[in-house]
């Protein structure tokens, strides 16, 4: 599919938010930390950017017009099953946080909010996720395929879907068969 695991000297984040001003923050804030920035208005717009391909990492608003964050984040996590995820949002009630994780937000950070911890959330996001190879690895045992670049498991030719932390386990009992 689309999502390619982060380079080591960035990696290439979608930031989703009705509100431009904050769209341009986090895109001076990320760029200015190596990390190249895609932007989408709406939900609609953010989930036809991910299928396009090349994003290693979302965050993304809750509410927005079109499709609120809680529905994209869903469908995201539906096709794209390991791309981080960061739901960035003005509802910062317990429950409000309880359903953003629930619905496959990899974390949640509500608004107002420090760039410093954004930023350091979404390292920990990138790092967690982004394998122990150089991505070029292809591992194969038997009828199973590990393509580590890619995060992507087949079984038969057929893609798998795992959830980041059993894509993470396969892969290390895969370097250590």
């Given at each position: 599919?689309?999502?390619?695991?982060?380079?080591?000297?960035?990696g290439h984040?979608?930031v989703?938010?009705d509100?431009?001003?904050?769209?341009?923050?986090?895109?001076?804030?990320?760029?200015?930390?190596?990390?190249t920035v895609?932007?989408a208005?709406?939900?609609?717009?953010?989930?036809?950017?991910?299928?396009?391909?090349?994003?290693?990492?979302?965050i993304l608003?809750?509410?927005?017009?079109?499709?609120?964050?809680?529905?994209?984040?869903?469908?995201?996590r539906?096709?794209?099953?390991?791309?981080p995820?960061?739901?960035?949002?003005?509802k910062?009630?317990?429950?409000d946080?309880?359903?953003?994780?629930?619905?496959?937000?990899?974390?949640?950070l509500?608004?107002p909010?420090?760039p410093?911890?954004?930023?350091?959330?979404?390292?920990?996001?990138?790092?967690?996720?982004?394998?122990q190879t150089?991505?070029?690895?292809?591992?194969?045992?038997?009828?199973?395929?590990?393509?580590?670049g890619?995060r992507?498991?087949r079984?038969?030719?057929?893609p798998c879907?795992?959830?980041?932390?059993?894509?993470?386990?396969?892969?290390?009992l895969a370097q250590?068969?």
């Amino acid at each position: 599919r689309g999502y390619h695991r982060p380079m080591a000297t960035g990696g290439h984040i979608l930031v989703a938010d009705d509100e431009r001003n904050l769209r341009k923050l986090l895109r001076n804030v990320l760029e200015g930390s190596g990390y190249t920035v895609a932007e989408a208005a709406n939900g609609v717009e953010a989930l036809d950017q991910v299928r396009a391909g090349g994003i290693d990492l979302v965050i993304l608003d809750q509410m927005m017009p079109e499709m609120n964050g809680l529905d994209a984040c869903r469908r995201i996590r539906d096709e794209y099953p390991t791309l981080p995820v960061i739901m960035l949002t003005a509802k910062g009630e317990e429950v409000d946080r309880i359903v953003g994780l629930e619905m496959g937000a990899d974390d949640y950070l509500p608004k107002p909010f420090e760039p410093r911890e954004l930023l350091a959330r979404l390292r920990a996001l990138l790092r967690r996720t982004g394998a122990q190879t150089d991505g070029d690895d292809i591992w194969r045992f038997g009828r199973l395929e590990i393509d580590a670049g890619l995060r992507q498991v087949r079984l038969d030719g057929k893609p798998c879907e795992l959830t980041s932390y059993q894509f993470d386990l396969l892969t290390v009992l895969a370097q250590h068969p």
